[in-house]
């Protein structure tokens, strides 16, 4: 059975930090790429951050640059998101999802997790 389940996700004030983890199943863990997207109330699911299935490679949106890491621990087919220095534009809902390789694009993508909000308070 496909599953992607997220944490971590709350509320927290501008600057704070939080880390999210996105677990799956094995297999769909397992030499996959993994990709963070979030979705702002009125808004279109943009790209946040990639993984690829070695850890190896990273992309960022520009946005998230030099204040979002994702990283992986493949033992525990868990992909993470550290956040720092949040700003209320970071407020969204944030969902995991696997892709053969990193990529930006949606249409790559396809399992995807429920989501998990995160708010950014000013």
């Known amino acids: 059975q496909v599953q992607l389940v997220e944490s971590g996700g709350g509320l927290m004030q501008a600057g704070g930090s939080l880390r999210l983890s996105c677990t799956a199943s094995?297999?769909?863990?397992?030499?996959?790429?993994m990709g963070w997207f979030r979705q702002a109330p009125g808004k279109e699911r943009e790209f946040v951050a990639a993984?690829?299935?070695?850890?190896?490679?990273?992309e960022y949106t520009y946005s998230v640059k030099g204040r979002f890491a994702i990283s992986r621990d493949n033992a525990k087919n868990t992909v993470y998101l550290q956040m720092n220095s949040l700003k209320p534009e970071d407020t969204a809902v944030y969902s995991c999802?696997?892709?053969?390789?990193?990529?930006?694009?949606?249409?790559?993508?396809?399992?995807w997790g429920q989501g998990t909000q995160v708010t950014v308070s000013s």
């Open positions: 999802a696997t892709a053969r390789a990193t990529s930006r694009y949606i249409n790559d993508y396809n399992y």
């Open positions: 094995p297999r769909t863990f397992t030499n996959y790429a």
């Open positions: 993984i690829s299935w070695s850890g190896g490679i990273k």
